[in-house]
């Protein structure tokens, strides 16, 4: 595959201005995203409701608490085979081809899902989880070899894919959240599965517009890969085989496996620097930014801390306590998903063109994400007044949750754009998919600390709830902006 260090010898992507400005595969790669994001999180829109809804209405019956557990736990496991995913790309097939099977996947699994029965809704997030790991940080990476190194479209063009993001963003939930709302949840997951087939028939149509990918930067041997396949396979038959053994003696229950999955989405990220740090492939310059890197990647798991919350928490408030109708006229509570999406829509190439405009004057990455912090924090914070003092069944205004959401969806552009950016810079040459992974760990973390914390939601006061973590969240950006000398030097000769 290309990394940023492979293309600083190539012309191609410094002269490459296409579209708007920016290299022509990016338009495929968007378009990529927008599909697959129109089916994830159209999906995810309905998933906390679906769970939490009873058996006689189509749903699983899950408390609501045990619902938004579940939800998280499962997005964890999305972003922690992020790590598998830009290993194999690396080492096996290289950014193309894992791209490309992991879109099939996520097709697949949505398919399986739009079947009306329990046990293929978990074959169907099973599939989804590998497919997405497969997909997100190689899409990331193939997006950050567009771009020379010093190239100053880079931020900007990171914006722009982010807004193609926010489009899939945006429509999903529209569609996925209507139709299951209305006409029943597995009519949802269908619209979900149709998107993601779309996705990947134009991902292929678009090969030609993407750099030649080289394969794996470090591909293994022959011996390796059976050696390696192996491995995997003896994995998950162990895996399984204890889960069954543990189930059936009855210790295996739906709250001891989310705090399993917890305890993978902390122990990973460590493991995984570890590597990184101790790798004999590493040069002392790549991991001297490492160390900078750590701090971006605590911020980006705070940040997520919030926002994931709108597909679990926030799902449930809309639901159960928001006026979800606009002169008379009710819609799916789902819907305020999609009002995030298209904050970030509008939002997102506003801040791309200021990024350009600015060039080498923009603010330093660190600087951007702690702003993004502040902008998580504020989110929350909205929210309190709204409930302070509330319990049962109360009704708050929708505008209070577009205030959340205004907030939320400016952080979120500013710490995704600005993050992936930089670790598309910061990677290591031999770790440049893994990296990309690595930071999609932050998100599995983000969820996996939320997968516990929303086993609170409804035990302790909603205002106490949102206040707190919105309160971490400032302080978190307060720390993070007292250490901006540091983070400039140490990240240098990176912006």
Known sequence: MLNST??????????????????????????????????????????????????????????????????????????????????????????????????????????????????????????????????????ATLVGGLYATDDDRRDAGFALYYMAINIGAFAGPLISGWLGQNEGWHWGFSAAAVGMTFGVVQYVLGRSTLHRDRGPVHPLTEAERSRWAGRAVAVVVLVAAVGVVLQLVGWLTMDRAVDLITLVSVLAPIAYFAVMFRSPEVSRAERGRLRPYVVLFLASVVFNLVLFSSYTTLALLAVDHVDNSIFGWHFPSSWWTSILGAIEVLLAPVIAALWVRLGDRQPHASRKIAYSLFAAGLSFLVLVPATLGKSGDYQVAGLWLLGCYLFMGGGDILLETTGMSATSKLAPRHFASQTMAVWFLSLALSQGIAAQLTKLYGEVADSAYYGALGLFAVVAGIALYLALPWMRRTMHPVH
């Open 6 to 139: 492979d293309l600083d010898s190539q012309d191609t992507p410094r002269l490459d201005h296409s579209f708007f400005g920016h290299p022509r595969g990016l338009l495929t790669l968007s378009g990529l995203e927008v599909w697959e994001r129109f089916s994830f999180l159209g999906m995810q829109a309905i998933l906390v409701l679906y769970f939490a809804d009873p058996v006689a209405n189509g749903g699983l019956g899950m408390t609501q608490g045990t619902a938004a557990s579940v939800v998280s736990a499962y997005g964890t496991l999305v972003y922690l085979t992020s790590v598998v995913g830009g290993w194999v790309a690396d080492r096996m097939l290289g950014s193309y081809r894992s791209v490309l099977y992991g879109g099939a996947l996520i097709a697949c699994g949505h398919y399986a899902m739009s079947v009306p029965t329990a046990a293929m809704t978990w074959v169907g997030l099973g599939l989804i989880v590998v497919g997405t790991g497969f997909l997100k940080p190689n899409a």
